[in-house]
């Protein structure tokens, strides 16, 4: 338990919104945020791959409740996965003159409905670009960008560097199992992430909080 709970307000907000994150992960999320807040005071949270905002809600609420800022990063053309043709490809994200997906508008408008337009700071951009231009230090962040093995790989050679010792990382859609899931999270962040030192403090789901020990 933390010292805080997920406001029912926004947890709607979150269980309305399209995206990939279950109600039992984005809680554990919010969890995982207010436990960095407190280990890493004054850090704030990042957030790679926000889609329409769903998992986004959460840690703003963390974020609110704690007093800190979530950078949502993301360039909103969608993943591989959400291309057409693909399994994760939803029609109504497609900008009809550009025929290309575009979540920006969709990301907006979740942030407004949830009234965090304080707290988040949407960056879109590619994530390793941004994170090539980086200076803050990382309260958490929440990796859930692009599942291919390059893009998952780039993530975490990109981001890696850029964590402190009291820094909280959080990866989704961990699939130690392949029959569950692609590999390319677990195989390409998690298990470089304990071979750098990092120790999993928690799981719900393909959910995994790290932190070093
Ligand atoms: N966290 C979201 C789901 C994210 S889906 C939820 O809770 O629902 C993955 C997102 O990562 C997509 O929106 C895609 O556009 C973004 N993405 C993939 N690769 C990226 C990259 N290299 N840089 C920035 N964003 C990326
Ligand atoms: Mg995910």
């Given at each position: ?7 029912d307000?926004?947890k ?8 990939f ?5 984005g ?17 704030n949270f990042?957030?790679?791959g ?6 986004t809600?959460?840690l703003?609420?963390a974020?609110?409740?704690s007093g800190l ?10 993943s ?9 490809h ?16 969709h ?10 337009g304080d707290?988040?700071?949407p ?11 980086w ?5 958490l962040i929440?990796i ?7 893009v ?11 964590l ?5 990382l ?10 569950l899931?692609?590999?390319a999270p677990f ?11 990092l120790?999993?403090?928690s ?5 995994r ?5």
């Open positions: 338990m933390t010292k805080f709970a997920m406001p307000e926004l709607s907000v979150a269980l309305t919104t399209k995206g994150m279950p109600e039992e992960e809680d554990a999320l919010f969890d995982a945020a207010c436990s960095a807040a407190d280990r890493f005071p004054g850090a990042v957030e790679i926000s889609y329409c905002g769903r998992s809600v959460w703003g609420a974020a609110r409740l800022a979530v950078y949502a990063v993301d360039h909103h053309g969608g591989e996965e959400n291309q057409p043709g693909w399994e994760w939803d029609e109504s994200l497609v900008d009809p003159s550009t025929h290309r997906i575009d979540t920006l508008p990301f907006l408008a979740t942030i407004d409905r949830a009234h965090l707290v988040v700071r960056i879109v951009d590619e994530s390793s670009a941004v994170a090539a231009r200076q803050e230090p990382i309260g929440f859930d960008g692009g599942h291919g093995r390059e998952a790989r780039r993530d975490w050679e990109s981001w890696s560097p850029l402190d010792e009291r820094s909280t959080v990866i989704h859609d961990v699939f130690e199992d392949e029959r899931g692609g590999r195989e390409e962040i998690y298990q470089p992430a304990i071979a750098k030192g120790v999993e403090v799981r719900t789901g393909s959910l909080v790290l932190q070093f020990g």
